[in-house]
């Protein structure tokens, strides 16, 4: 009976009301369970967008959002380890270690298997980003986009920043690869290490994730960027608080991933603000440091430049830090890179023919006449039979006088332009300690591999030490 009774008590009007309002999340929620992230991250750039505004147009903004909210990490990472590439922040010293998938730029196959058989873990659009602890958006930034190197099998190291793991065959122990779970950044190059010890804490690292020849698609480099910072913003709000307004670049590139910093420097893809170049056994890239130099030092030379123009100029120019390994095929061509260029150039603006030229006519300018003293005496010398050395000497002066002639007028031009040459090296001259200070090559010791460029010391020689790492000291010597 009481159950009847209760059955049959009419329901409030208030909450008939709210019964007939329809819920308005359960088209969001429903989108979220049909909609993968992850699906949308596997897609490329035009299926992404085209997913998106089909979503838009069935459910609205709002499912949109909570279909694309992420909680970071790459799809399929390795759970091995400390799964290195998962959604969970890693620390490294005082370094926020993050992945980051589904970006617009960057690689566009995941190059596994046997293109990448250090790796379970795919390639596609995604990159790993270093935060220091205290980072604050709102001050100066500083942002270091790398490049590794070619990963082909053969090199039994590792697949960029991907995790080495995986499920040992026949053909991996021939090839003598190692799945011990570890990364290239941490463990090899110890990226994190030396970006701590610099205590540049306000430089955020951007380790784009490449193919296994240089394959990083397409990457304009300050969207890519600000596409990576804000991703990470919104997916490790604890780690990047906040998307800085503005950043300066350093690009920094090993081996074949010289390549991918050529192609960030051309016309479509340069940043706004270049701070740096960091290369380490770079190809293509000697080429381009060559380039800048001359460039630089024809500026310089340039008349129509005053001094300040000539200040100006320089003080807007990126440092490059260039570094070779001992004996390598890099080491031949990057070898004096810096000292070559500028003997090459100045040599071009004035050369040493042209100085002595110059010298002979400034020498018959300068000549006066004999007065009837000198002639005099000039007379008297030669007839001595056998003068001291002193008188030989005053003798070929005064006979140099006597056989002068005045300059034509074309010789006082020739003069004029030699004479203009001239000051130009004389202000190229004065500016090399500059040129010299932005542009640095360091040829390592022997002992130091290609591989192991980066760290500056034999692999497996012990924890990180301050100061060791060329990376660090580049960062250090970067105004």
Do not use: C
Not at 434 to 459: C, D, F, S
């Amino acid at each position: 009976m009481s159950s009847r009774t209760t059955a049959r008590t009419p329901t409030p009007r208030t909450e008939r009301r709210r019964s007939a309002i329809p819920d308005r999340d359960a088209p969001v929620v429903a989108a979220a369970n049909r909609m993968r992230p992850d699906l949308l991250e596997r897609s490329d750039a035009a299926t992404r967008q085209r997913t998106v505004r089909q979503m838009q147009a069935a459910v609205g903004n709002a499912a949109v959002a909570m279909v694309l909210q992420r909680v970071g990490g790459w799809p399929n990472a390795s759970t091995k380890g400390r799964a290195w590439n998962d959604k969970e922040p890693k620390e490294i010293g005082r370094i926020w270690r993050l992945a980051i998938a589904g970006l617009a730029g960057g690689a566009t196959e995941e190059f596994k298997d046997a293109e990448s058989a250090h790796t379970t873990e795919g390639a596609a659009h995604r990159a790993v980003v270093l935060v220091p602890k205290g980072f604050k958006p709102k001050r100066p930034t500083d942002v270091l986009l790398h490049f590794h190197g070619h990963t082909e099998t053969w090199r039994g190291k590792y697949a960029g920043m991907r995790q080495r793991s995986f499920k040992p065959t026949k053909a991996t122990g021939k090839a003598k690869l190692t799945s011990d779970n570890k990364v290239r950044d941490v463990d090899l190059d110890q990226i994190e290490q030396q970006m701590d010890s610099s205590g540049k804490g306000q430089t955020i690292g951007i380790l784009a994730q490449g193919g296994p020849q240089h394959q990083f698609g397409k990457i304009n480099v300050d969207s890519y960027i600000r596409d990576v910072l804000s991703r990470t913003a919104t997916e490790y709000p604890a780690q990047l608080t906040g998307v800085p307004a503005s950043w300066s670049v350093i690009l920094s590139g090993h081996s074949g991933g010289g390549f991918a910093v050529r192609d960030a420097l051309t016309a479509e893809n340069k940043p706004e603000n270049l701070k740096g170049l960091i290369l380490f056994d770079a190809e293509a890239m000697q080429i381009d440091m060559r380039n800048r130099i001359r460039a630089d030092l024809k500026f310089l030379a340039d008349p129509a430049n005053q001094d300040a123009d000539r200040d100006a100029y320089l003080a807007a120019r990126p440092s490059v830090r260039a570094f070779t390994s001992a004996g390598s095929t890099y080491a031949g061509r990057y070898q004096d890179i810096v000292t070559a260029t500028i003997t090459t150039m100045t040599n071009q603006l004035f050369p040493r023919a042209r100085r002595t030229e110059l010298e002979r006519l400034r020498a018959r300018e300068s000549n006066q006449p004999l007065t009837d003293p000198e002639q005099v005496r000039l007379t008297e010398l030669r007839r001595k039979r056998q003068p001291t050395p002193q008188e030989r000497t005053e003798r070929a002066g005064l006979s140099r006088r006597q056989a002068s002639r005045p300059l034509s007028d074309a010789e006082r031009k020739r003069a004029e332009a030699l004479t203009e040459q001239e000051s130009q090296l004389l202000a190229v001259t004065r500016y090399l300690p500059r040129i010299q200070t932005i542009y640095q090559l360091t040829a390592l010791p022997a002992g130091v591999t290609h591989e192991e460029i980066i760290r500056g010391t034999p692999e497996g020689s012990g924890d990180y030490q301050p100061g060791q790492g060329n990376l660090e000291q580049a960062l250090r010597s970067l105004p």
